[in-house]
């Protein structure tokens, strides 16, 4: 067995009871939760425990739902003493990433996340800007139809190189819906667009980013324990300094996670353990590499079947 990664999911994957099975039985699990409701002064467990759905997948909702629920699970998970070698989240799950490096507190990272939902949805008005997933479609093929378009006066661009033939385009409506026309005619196998409030990860997120370097400016951030692999760079960090400044380019900046991917096999990692809701990482991860192994933990009985498979490695190792 070789090295070990954490990984973190984004928005998308937030579900009404995510956490709730693990935080009833578990007060370690609990106090999570507990400490959120109080860092952001009102009651995001009830909305996370009871819903309804869409105000939980409202952008200033799901991520500190998400991050919450994230640093919960591995709460729980932390007792097995399973120590990753490098972690990573994608998007919003870089937050959970740099927690778990100890390069910010749980409820400084709570705020920010609140704060940065908050300002996304403020940067671009509703209905002016949106995303679409392109499938089948080479990035640089892709990326010579976003620029032509937004060389034209309709700003698109590369937001999320998520595994072989499947990335995300965003920008404004018409950019998107452009750049997915010429996507299709130029071979893509399908364009989906995406149910967002925004277009995240472009250039349109640049108001956004200004006003956040302001919240960050009042958080403690340290150096991190382990190395976190940034979503602008796909390379390991742990400056203190250089985390900030990739957080604030990280809202205008496209999601490197093929790349990541890549970058963390060639440092010896072959296990990936996905801590949160849903699977959606560690089915990317296999896209990317077929050989590494993946677990997705996000209930009891996935954390424990998680342990005894890696311990059980470790020992035959």
Request: charged share 20%.
């Amino acid at each position: 067995m070789g090295k070990i990664a954490f990984i973190f999911p984004g928005q998308g994957s937030q579900t009404v009871g995510m956490g709730k099975q693990l935080a009833d039985n578990y007060p370690n699990v609990a106090s999570i939760f507990e400490k959120a409701d109080s860092r952001l002064e009102f009651e995001l467990t009830s909305l996370i425990f009871e819903g309804p759905q869409e105000t939980l997948t409202l952008t200033a909702n799901a991520q500190p739902a998400l991050l919450t629920t994230s640093i919960a699970i591995l709460e729980k998970f932390k007792e097995a003493n399973i120590v990753p070698d490098y972690v990573a989240g994608h998007s919003l799950g870089e937050y959970s990433a740099l927690v778990t490096a100890g390069a910010l507190s749980f409820e400084d990272a709570v705020y920010a996340v609140r704060k940065r939902g908050e300002l996304m949805e403020e940067a671009v008005p509703a209905g002016v800007g949106t995303m679409a997933a392109i499938l089948g479609m080479a990035s640089l093929d892709l990326k010579q139809i976003t620029d032509q378009v937004s060389s034209e006066g309709n700003s698109v661009q590369l937001a999320n190189l998520n595994c072989p033939g499947q990335i995300v385009i965003s920008g404004t409506v018409e950019g998107v819906s452009l750049a997915s026309q010429m996507a299709k005619e130029k071979g893509a196998k399908r364009v989906i667009p995406l149910d967002v409030s925004g277009p995240f990860h472009s250039a349109l997120m640049e108001p956004a980013a200004t006003k956040f370097s302001a919240v960050l400016e009042g958080l403690d951030i340290n150096n991190a324990s382990i190395p976190v692999i940034s979503n602008v760079t796909a390379r390991p960090i742990t400056d203190a300094d250089e985390i900030k400044v990739k957080l604030i380019e990280q809202l205008y900046s496209p999601v490197l996670w093929e790349n990541s991917v890549e970058t963390l096999v060639e440092l010896g990692v072959d296990t990936f353990i996905e801590i949160g809701p849903g699977k959606v990482l560690s089915g990317l991860v296999k896209k990317v590499n077929r050989k590494l192994t993946t677990y997705s933990i996000n209930d009891e009985e996935s954390l424990v079947s998680t342990i005894e498979s890696i311990k059980g490695e470790t020992q035959n190792a």
